[in-house]
């Protein structure tokens, strides 16, 4: 695995930037992780979401295409 201070010489954040892999900064993993667990739920309610009204539409096509 690769650990953040093999090429980030232990440091997260310097006055110039911020490491490339700040995942795996001690600081930044447990915001980050519940980032990409939020990010992920909130897609999944999102097609939670519109999945119904995509069904409806095709459904709603196909029952138009029948009358005429």
Same mark, same amino acid.
């Given at each position: 695995? #690769? =650990?953040?201070?093999? $090429?980030?010489? @232990?440091? &997260? !954040?310097?006055?110039?930037?911020? &490491?490339? +892999?700040?995942? #795996? &900064?001690? $600081?930044? +993993?447990?915001?980050? /992780?519940?980032?990409? %667990?939020?990010?992920?739920? /909130? =897609?999944?309610? %999102?097609? %939670? *979401?519109?999945?119904?009204?995509? *069904?409806?539409? $095709? =459904?709603?096509? #196909? %029952? !138009?295409? $029948?009358? @005429?």
């Amino acid at each position: 695995m #690769w =650990l953040q201070g093999e $090429k980030c010489d @232990h440091k &997260c !954040y310097n006055d110039e930037n911020m &490491c490339q +892999r700040a995942e #795996w &900064c001690d $600081k930044t +993993r447990v915001g980050e /992780f519940t980032a990409t %667990i939020l990010a992920g739920l /909130f =897609l999944a309610t %999102i097609m %939670i *979401i519109l999945a119904p009204g995509a *069904i409806a539409l $095709k =459904l709603m096509d #196909w %029952i !138009y295409s $029948k009358m @005429h």
